[in-house]
């Protein structure tokens, strides 16, 4: 059975930083594409991040470029999220997700075909 297991979520000042993991078994995920998205309270999924194949392809939505940092550790099969200098307005359910087969990376979540179950990240002001 596929899954994406998301950890490291929790509560943090403003300021303050978070390493989010996303654990992948049930197969290989060195040759899939990897992103995370967020959702907020009343508001729908957004891309954050996405890494290719290297580490050397990423992808961020804007709102969090400088701050965040996405990698991945194929021999663990898992990939990360730094957040660094987080905002109230980062708080979020985070999702991992892994495009099959696919070497770059894409905003589009209808991109991905794994899913985890997400992880809060809330960010106090």
């Known amino acids: 059975q596929v899954q994406l297991v998301e950890s490291g979520g929790g509560l943090v000042q403003a300021g303050g930083s978070l390493r989010l993991s996303c654990a992948a078994s049930g197969r290989s995920f060195s040759r899939d594409a990897m992103g995370w998205f967020r959702q907020a309270p009343g508001k729908e999924r957004e891309f954050v991040a996405a890494i290719g194949w290297s580490e050397s392809s990423t992808d961020y939505t804007g709102a969090v470029k400088g701050r965040f940092t996405i990698s991945r550790d194929n021999a663990k099969n898992a990939v990360y999220l730094q957040m660094n200098s987080l905002k109230p307005e980062d708080t979020a359910v985070y999702y991992c997700?892994?495009?099959?087969?696919?070497?770059?990376?894409?905003?589009?979540?209808?991109?991905?075909?794994?899913w985890g179950q997400g992880t809060q990240v809330t960010v106090s002001s």
């Open positions: 997700a892994a495009r099959r087969g696919y070497y770059g990376t894409s905003p589009n979540e209808e991109a991905y075909d794994y």
